[in-house]
């Protein structure tokens, strides 16, 4: 229950059912002349008098107060104090503080629209910065450390640079996924304007993402944030986060909206190839693929994401040949409707743009999209992949190469 401040007495907001609302339609008198005092640094000190005595506990917040029921939990905007109330006394337990920082740049990845379920991802789906916008996603981004600074992921570091100054680096990049709190400061404000929120990511095996958002998810409300291992990652996460957004914008319960994502995850494909497997070997994500490392020959590997690993499909002479597989492997997940198609790059539009053309006449939806300073910090410049579906699963009516564009 949200009592608001000063002259807005009659706005009373309940959560938790016809019970809450009679209670608040009894205790309205009784809110309304306890409060007397503003307060602290709305006019003057707040007395002991101006908490409301309703048998639990109360949080200020600027002009306007939370009543919080033991087990509620409690986020405060300024990041001073939040927490669980604790069912012996409702002590408020302390989070992990996201910084300044972190909350500006959640900020900026975050479009905030009413509606039922809100959609979070992490910046590893490498999704364009206006499609996010258009489909109200929240991306919630990783760090990237990288010549001796920490770096948010396509916030502070976009892709054109990260490949320009990867060459001259003296020490490999690493990265790091975001803490909980970073999670918990996202699912509290969006569960302001919706409902409940969807959160996919990237596949566990690959990163602690999964895990940081499950413990941020437990830190607001579990309740209410369903937290989803996508078993991907890149252009393929990406696409299931858009669908997750086409099954969203109908209206349904956030249950829904994952039993589809979950269904559809085991239909969405990715393929690639690297210029070096060094890369992965480096940052420990080479997964399966390291049967590959040693290799006398000079061989490009075909790589797939299989069951949320690196696996090896098969070795090629050229990497032009391992695109021509990379296209016909794509080209086989057809099943007649056409596909939806994310074409992702690490520093080689022209060989990405060469992929599109050829899958171009089959694709439902075709985008193109650098990998962001994350991924491309474990696969190395040259990558080119692709991510896809079979377009009768879910359409999503989205093209943005140069020969058909269409609007999000």
């Keep these: 229950m949200h009592v608001h401040g000063p002259g807005t007495d009659s706005g009373i907001r309940t959560h938790g059912g016809p019970d809450a609302h009679r209670s608040a339609d009894r205790d309205r ?9 503003p307060p602290p640094g709305r006019g003057g000190a707040r007395s002991d008098d101006s908490c409301i005595d309703l048998g639990c506990r109360v949080a200020w917040h600027g002009s306007w107060v939370r009543v919080l029921r033991r087990g509620d939990f409690h986020h405060c905007d300024r990041g001073r104090r939040a927490g669980r109330a604790e069912t012996d006394g409702g002590a408020l337990l302390q989070e992990p503080q996201t910084s300044a920082r972190d909350r500006s740049a959640a900020g900026r990845n975050r479009a905030v629209t009413a509606g039922k379920v809100a959609i979070v991802t992490d910046s590893t789906a490498d999704l ?13 981004p990783l760090t990237l450390n990288f010549e001796g600074r920490s770096l948010l992921d396509g916030v502070e570091i976009r892709p054109s640079e990260f490949y320009r100054r990867l060459p001259n680096a003296t020490t490999h990049p690493t990265t790091s ?14 569960l302001n304007a919706h409902t409940e929120v969807v959160s996919i990511h990237i ?13 941020g998810a437990e830190m607001t409300d579990p309740k209410r944030v369903h937290v989803i291992d996508s078993q991907l990652v890149s252009m393929s996460l990406g696409l299931l986060t858009l669908a997750a957004t086409e099954v969203a914008r109908k209206g349904v319960a956030a249950s829904e909206v994952e039993k589809r994502v979950s269904e559809m995850r085991e239909h969405v494909q990715t393929y690639f190839s690297v210029a070096t497997l060094e890369f992965l070997r480096r940052g420990g994500r080479i997964g399966r693929a390291s049967a590959m490392l040693g290799s006398v020959l000079q061989v490009k590997p075909v790589l797939c994401i299989r069951d949320g690993l690196v696996t090896p ?3 090629v002479r050229t990497f032009d040949r391992a695109l021509n597989r990379v296209v016909e492997l794509t080209r086989e997940v057809d099943r007649g409707q056409g596909l939806c198609v994310i074409v992702g790059h690490a520093d080689a539009e022209a060989d990405a743009e060469r992929v599109a053309r050829e899958l171009e006449p089959m694709a439902e939806t075709l985008m193109i999209q650098p990998l962001g300073p994350v991924v491309g910090a474990h696969a190395g ?20 190469t140069a020969s058909a564009r269409t609007p999000a």
């Design 177 to 190: 996924q975001p803490s909980p709190g970073r999670f918990a400061e996202a699912y509290s404000e969006l």
């Design 203 to 215: 596949s566990e095996k690959l990163s602690g993402t999964y895990a940081s958002a499950v413990q």
């Design 313 to 315: 499909l098969e070795r």
């Design 128 to 140: 364009p910065s206006q499609l996010v916008k258009t489909r109200g996603i929240t991306v919630v």
């Design 29 to 37: 008198g009784r809110i309304s002349r306890r409060r007397q005092h």
């Design 381 to 400: 410049p040259g990558v080119v992949g692709v991510g896809c579906y079979p377009a009768d699963l879910l359409p999503l009516g989205i093209k943005t």
